[in-house]
């Protein structure tokens, strides 16, 4: 599954003025937002919140590029309720992803991404996986563009505390301010990297794989 809105709609700022918080609504025709899905998935708005039911890999990115200093801030349930979508694993998200390999730009080349983990690669990225791997690990890396992404040993987390627990809402806050990355959930800092190249703009974007997650009240804060 893809959403073109490109032309008109995705090219469109959305218009967050420095120092204010906006929400970003989850509109019917999701106007705000590019999807990347493999077959067999699903992303609507249902009563305002945005509902992913995925197979195989989906990325839902917004379509404003941010600029740093800015918060990124949404509450994320995985749902279990032994539908045919829900498994309780992989609730992540990139910020500040750029794409060096591809000039014309983050949107502009979506037709290089099936929605395939693997198809994110070459992006310059933040990225969490909380939860990833059958809910047996939450990590953060720092993607470097050239296909590389390394992983630091104290962002590599294995205990129960940061792993998913089922139908819980998770207040996700995630930063990019003065060369550092910060991912908050449920006000605890669970990741901060000072970055010696940071990365100061970039696209944000939810992603999951064999999941069924709804977000809600997606909020953007830029800096002053």
Not at 132 to 157: C, I, K, M, Q, V
Not at 185 to 204: M, N
Request: proline share 5%.
């Amino acid at each position: 599954m893809k959403r073109f809105t490109l032309s008109l709609l995705c090219l469109m700022a959305i218009g967050v003025t420095r120092g204010e918080t906006h929400t970003i609504p989850f509109t019917d025709d999701l106007k705000d937002f590019l999807v990347e899905q493999m077959p067999g998935g699903r992303v609507v708005a249902e009563d305002g919140a945005l509902v992913i039911q995925d197979v195989a890999g989906c990325t839902v990115w917004l379509c404003e590029k941010l600029t740093a200093p800015v918060e990124i801030s949404y509450e994320a349930t995985v749902v279990m309720a032994d539908g045919p979508f829900d498994r309780l694993s992989d609730l992540n998200c990139f910020w500040m992803a750029q794409t060096p390999q591809s000039p014309e730009g983050l949107l502009a080349s979506t037709e290089k991404r099936t929605g395939r983990f693997a198809d994110y690669d070459a992006l310059a990225t933040y990225y969490v996986g909380y939860g990833g791997n059958y809910n047996s690990t939450t990590r953060f890396r720092r993607y470097d563009g050239t296909g590389a992404r390394p992983l630091l040993p104290e962002h590599d987390l294995s205990d129960a505390e940061h792993l998913l627990k089922p139908n819980h809402t998770y207040h996700i806050r995630l930063v990019a301010r003065d060369g550092r990355a910060e991912y908050w959930r449920d006000g605890e800092l669970v990741f901060a990297y000072d970055d010696p190249e940071p990365l100061t703009e970039g696209y944000f974007g939810f992603r999951t794989v064999k999941s069924h997650v709804v977000i809600r009240n997606l909020r953007i804060t830029r800096g002053e």
